[in-house]
């Protein structure tokens, strides 16, 4: 059985199958945009009718990173306006990111079998998937960190991507940036670690330096003309999104409990202030913030823990958007809530097995004397990436759903790992206990 999972091109399909078809189904519930949903997805719509990007009061705005309308409103130029549109926009991006988790799988851990695994473990993972219907960043922005990853790592999982690969990386990575601002970040994650791989270090680093110096002006020419349309519609140099001042003080004010706390007393004192223009909002608000930080450095640093507890501690979130948004909600709350329930155990296994993975894999390395570097170590470094930033502005459970792929992977890894092994002493004819 294990023999036929790992080889065969029936077990791929059936694979591929257990994937995409209930990604499909879930769009026939035709969930309404709300919150941020709605933003997105009206942003998007004017767009596709050429009217600008514009805030609820009709003026040019940047509040919000812009990546995923403009992506959207180039399906709705094509196809309409729909949700249907948004549904299946989100769905080729979840077939890519099934391919691109196969292929990670491959390179990061050297195995059929644990790619497959890894795969099988995303595709049976209920709120990755509940989040195709929805006209939110997730899938999309996932799809791309996924591509960038893969472009920026070499064939072989060993050799150093070309040139070709590296501006194609920049290419995606700018997109993901206008999609989430702090992305890039992710540029020198992926080629440290292919740097502290390699035999003399010393001598990777100037290779590596001179691919960063690549990729990231590649991205930079993306995001290039977003700055520049907001230089002349607000009259400053911002390079994203305005929304940074009041994601630092929602998070880190006198009610903070390491979630979003757009109720605090000082926050809605802000939003009162109507006459501020944008950018003064996004200065005052950030002024604030680092004020409260400055005035309560034990606080601050006593809500860390919580922060994290947030971002990685539930997670089902996607199912809010079901409630507001889904007719068949009212009918089926029940359905709802125990699927929620069953996601969570899985959510929770994950992370268990996360977390005893790099043991066994530290474990395993020293014992074969190999370097304990390896491309193991990015999914690690995906999900520290999302975890540092909460724990400066605040933690919300679907901020780590593009880190989720890669956590798959890895307990894909363990438990053909596990599956190696046992096997094993299968054939030796000892005990399984």
């Not at 002349?232 to 929602?250: K, P, Q, Y």
Request: hydrophobic share 55%; proline share 5%; aromatic share 12%.
């Amino acid at each position: 059985m294990i023999e036929w999972f790992e080889r065969s091109r029936g077990a791929l399909l059936l694979l591929a199958l257990l994937y995409l078809v209930p990604r499909a189904l879930l769009i026939l519930f035709n969930v309404a945009p709300t919150s941020d949903a709605d933003f997105y997805y009206t942003r998007a719509v004017s767009l596709a009718q050429d009217k600008g990007y514009l805030s609820n009061s009709g003026l040019a705005t940047a509040f919000w990173p812009p990546g995923w309308s403009m992506a959207l409103s180039l399906a709705f130029r094509s196809f309409g306006s729909s949700l249907a549109v948004v549904g299946l926009f989100n769905l080729a991006c979840a077939a890519v990111s099934g391919w691109l988790v196969l292929d990670l799988g491959r390179r990061l851990f050297g195995s059929e079998l644990a790619a497959r695994t890894g795969l099988l473990l995303l595709a049976l993972y209920p709120n990755n998937a509940a989040y195709v219907p929805l006209a939110l960043t997730e899938v999309f922005y996932t799809t791309l960190l996924l591509g960038a990853c893969w472009l920026l790592i070499g064939r072989s999982g060993s050799a150093a991507p070309s040139w070709p690969r590296l501006v194609a990386a920049g290419l995606v990575m700018g997109v993901a940036t206008l999609v989430k601002a702090q992305t890039l970040v992710v540029v020198p994650l992926v080629l440290g670690i292919g740097v502290l791989q390699a035999p003399k270090l010393w001598r990777a680093i100037p290779g590596a330096a001179a691919r960063a110096m690549l990729v990231i002006p590649v991205a930079a020419l993306v995001i290039a003309p977003w700055t520049m349309r907001n230089h002349r519609e607000l009259g400053a140099w911002v390079a994203v999104s305005t929304n940074g001042g009041i994601t630092l003080l929602t998070g880190n004010n006198d009610s903070a409990d390491g979630g979003y706390t757009p109720q605090d007393r000082v926050v809605m004192a802000l939003d009162a202030r109507t006459q501020l223009t944008e950018l003064e909002y996004d200065a005052a608000a950030k002024r604030l913030g680092f004020a409260w930080i400055e005035a309560n450095p034990g606080r601050f640093a006593a809500l860390m823990p919580l922060k994290l507890l947030r971002l990685w501690g539930p997670d089902g979130e996607a199912i809010w958007s079901y409630e507001r948004g889904a007719a068949a909600y009212p009918a089926n709350a029940g359905l709802f809530i125990a699927a929620r329930l069953a996601n969570q155990a899985w959510y929770l296994m994950l992370l268990l097995g996360f977390a005893v993975a790099a043991i066994v894999m530290v474990r395993h390395r020293l014992k074969l004397g190999q370097k304990l570097a390896g491309w193991w170590l990015l999914p690690y470094g995906i999900a520290a990436y999302p975890t540092a930033i909460c724990l400066v502005f605040s933690g919300q459970s679907r901020f780590h759903f593009p880190a989720m792929p890669f956590i798959a992977m890895t307990c894909g890894w363990l438990l053909a790992e596990w599956l190696a092994r046992r096997n094993a002493r299968v054939e030796a004819g000892a005990p399984l206990h």
